[in-house]
């Protein structure tokens, strides 16, 4: 089974995001949205499909990761969400029980053991 299949997305907490979206876009070149992140676009060579990873600046809200205390987290893209989050239990991994079906694909979190949120994605189909 396929685990972990690309990066989906890197969010870090900041006091003001879009004072800092703009130095992101000034001094690094990036297209940072009005919605506070950039989307990079690319295509790796198992597949004619593009992928996207999303770059994203939100509020520093104590709640945000939680119960991570950490300022970023890492969404990872999945082909089998419920199937992972199974087999990550099974491994006696500290794995949220709530998991989200959106229009935007199915989430998932667990946390790693230094404490850190790790978000799992799996797209759309057609994503």
């Given at each position: 089974?396929?685990?972990?299949?690309?990066?989906?997305?890197?969010?870090?907490?900041?006091?003001?995001?879009?004072?800092?979206?703009?130095?992101?876009?000034?001094?690094?070149?990036?297209?940072?949205?009005?919605?506070?992140?950039?989307?990079?676009?690319?295509?790796?060579?198992?597949?004619?499909?593009?992928?996207?990873?999303?770059?994203?600046?939100?509020?520093?809200?104590?709640?945000?990761?939680?119960?991570?205390?950490?300022?970023?987290?890492?969404?990872?893209?999945?082909?089998?969400?419920e199937t992972l989050v199974a087999v990550l239990k099974d491994e006696g991994c500290d794995v949220d029980d709530k998991v989200e079906d959106t229009e935007f694909g199915k989430f998932g979190?667990?946390?790693?053991?230094?404490?850190?949120?790790?978000?799992?994605?799996?797209?759309?189909?057609?994503?």
């Amino acid at each position: 089974m396929k685990r972990v299949t690309g990066i989906g997305g890197i969010f870090f907490k900041a006091k003001d995001p879009k004072a800092l979206g703009q130095w992101y876009k000034t001094h690094l070149g990036m297209n940072v949205e009005s919605w506070g992140g950039a989307v990079f676009r690319w295509a790796d060579d198992k597949s004619p499909e593009e992928g996207t990873t999303v770059w994203n600046l939100v509020k520093d809200d104590p709640s945000q990761f939680s119960p991570s205390k950490s300022s970023f987290m890492i969404n990872y893209r999945v082909d089998d969400l419920e199937t992972l989050v199974a087999v990550l239990k099974d491994e006696g991994c500290d794995v949220d029980d709530k998991v989200e079906d959106t229009e935007f694909g199915k989430f998932g979190w667990v946390m790693d053991p230094e404490g850190n949120r790790l978000e799992l994605w799996q797209p759309p189909s057609g994503d």
